[in-house]
């Protein structure tokens, strides 16, 4: 019986066979593996500030199933080359992640992806309701989930040019995060213990501080 061995836990092995995939396998990998597994664990953050929402939960939830729909499928269609619209897709190897850079680069997708999900979550449910006090008849958490899935596409369309540490891109990106940091604080209170889990908190103040560590990264790279 042959056996792999050591071999099943080399990372640059098992990383070429995936990108040798060809058809809907490698959709299927790029879209699970990279998309949800990828995305899940980088938003964990803010899907638990979400879903904690004490007002509006019902049209933030709904917004962020929307975003994370559409994030993960851009990336999976991204990543394989077929959305040629926005360039190469900057992937990461196991080798890159072995460095400053990559670490750097994972961080920062991280912070990304967590204000795309808030700012989804809240400004599709802000939306939403003001839409549906004017429009009668309109389903508020209906029109967030369509609201997230749009901002979900942009935000995977704009990634390849977020992350290029310019000083060009510093001001909004920097900016992107503490509106989505801000709006956070608004609606989900994560510090109103008497509203939320406590554990929001924490959450909070830890994407508070990537998104810190993200913006001196990028003020030290963009000189």
Request: aromatic fraction near 10%.
């Amino acid at each position: 019986m042959q056996r792999d061995g050591p071999a099943v836990f080399d990372d640059d092995r098992v990383g070429r066979e995936r990108e040798e995939l060809t058809g809907w396998d490698r959709v299927l990998t790029d879209t699970i593996y990279y998309g949800l597994g990828g995305v899940l664990l980088l938003t964990f953050p803010a899907q638990w500030l979400v879903f904690q929402t004490p007002t509006i939960d019902l049209e933030a939830t709904a917004a962020v199933w929307g975003a994370l729909v559409a994030t993960i499928l851009g990336i999976g269609f991204a990543r394989g080359g077929h959305l040629e619209a926005i360039g190469e897709w900057p992937s990461l190897s196991g080798r890159a992640l072995g460095s400053v850079g990559g670490y750097c680069s994972i961080l920062t997708r991280g912070v990304y992806l967590c204000s795309t999900f808030l700012i989804a979550a809240y400004g599709g449910a802000v939306v939403a309701i003001a839409v549906a006090s004017v429009i009668g008849g309109v389903n508020a958490s209906g029109l967030a989930a369509i609201v997230g899935v749009c901002v979900g596409a942009i935000a995977v369309a704009a990634l390849p040019t977020v992350l290029e540490n310019t000083h060009r891109l510093a001001p909004v990106r920097i900016g992107y995060h503490a509106f989505a940091i801000i709006t956070t604080l608004q609606y989900a209170r994560p510090f109103d213990f008497s509203t939320g889990d406590p554990a929001a908190a924490l959450f909070a103040i830890g994407l508070v501080a990537a998104a810190t560590v993200d913006a001196v990264w990028l003020l030290r790279r963009s000189r």
